[in-house]
């Protein structure tokens, strides 16, 4: 069964930086795509950025310049790079996977980015 396993999330001042990571697990086969989603309490889910297996990336406006995804097709895990976080980031941020760039089939179990002013 596939899995995707979140890891990176907290707490950090405006400013500040994390990492996320992805992992897929339950397969050793390695998605054509793979991206980060967010929610903020009381918003609708959006997507922040993804990127493909050949590292052709997308993101949202609100987010260039600061984020970088990445991925290690050998360690079939994906990255997002947070840097200059807004409090307005804050949300529930969710690794999704799937052939295609639309939304994937798959989800992670999301992990909480809170940014404090």
């Known amino acids: 069964q596939v899995q995707l396993v979140e890891s990176g999330g907290g707490s950090v001042q405006a400013g500040g930086s994390l990492r996320l990571s992805c992992a897929v697990s339950g397969s050793t086969a390695s998605f054509a795509v793979m991206g980060w989603y967010r929610q903020a309490p009381g918003k609708q889910r959006e997507l922040v950025a993804s990127?493909?297996?050949?590292?052709?990336?997308n993101y949202a406006d609100s987010v260039k310049g600061r984020f970088t995804i990445s991925r290690d097709n050998a360690k079939n895990t994906a990255y997002l790079q947070m840097n200059s976080l807004r409090p307005e980031d804050t949300a529930v941020y969710s690794c999704n996977a799937g052939r295609t760039w639309s939304t994937g089939p798959y989800w992670g179990q999301g992990t909480q980015v809170t940014v404090s002013s």
């Open positions: 990127v493909s297996f050949g590292g052709i990336t």
